[in-house]
């Protein structure tokens, strides 16, 4: 059974940086796409990024680019966030997700959460 961990969140000031790490076990993490989501409080949860599984092309929600950088280490089955500039619209919690196929089995995973809040 698969498991993803996140990390990293924490209260820091506007125009700050954080990065967020989600650690995958128990999957073979070079088959998923990698995504990382937030949601802030009484809000529906969102697309913030993603990354295919091996060719490392990206999608961005249009609120983060040229702020936030996805990336990924499959050979440490790692998935990162780096978030720069950050604003307070950008506090919420924020969730990786990993979405892939172990034969022909579609498996999604998320992770528990971390909490970022940007706030002076």
């Known amino acids: 059974q698969g498991q993803l961990v996140e990390s990293g969140g924490d209260l820091v000031q506007p125009g700050g940086s954080l990065r967020l790490s989600c650690a995958a076990s128990?999957?073979?993490?070079?088959?998923?796409?990698m995504s990382w989501y937030h949601q802030a409080p009484e809000k529906e949860r969102e697309l913030v990024a993603s990354?295919?599984?091996?060719?490392?092309?990206?999608n961005y929600a249009d609120s983060v680019k040229a702020r936030f950088t996805i990336a990924r280490d499959n050979a440490k089955s790692t998935g990162w966030l780096q978030m720069n500039s950050l604003k307070p619209e950008d506090t919420a919690v924020y969730y990786c997700?990993?979405?892939?196929?172990?034969?022909?089995?579609?498996?999604?995973?998320w992770g528990q959460g971390t909490q970022v809040t940007v706030s002076s």
């Open positions: 997700r990993a979405v892939g196929y172990e034969g022909f089995m579609r498996h999604e995973y």
């Open positions: 128990g999957l073979t993490f070079s088959r998923y796409v």
């Open positions: 990354i295919a599984p091996t060719d490392g092309s990206t």
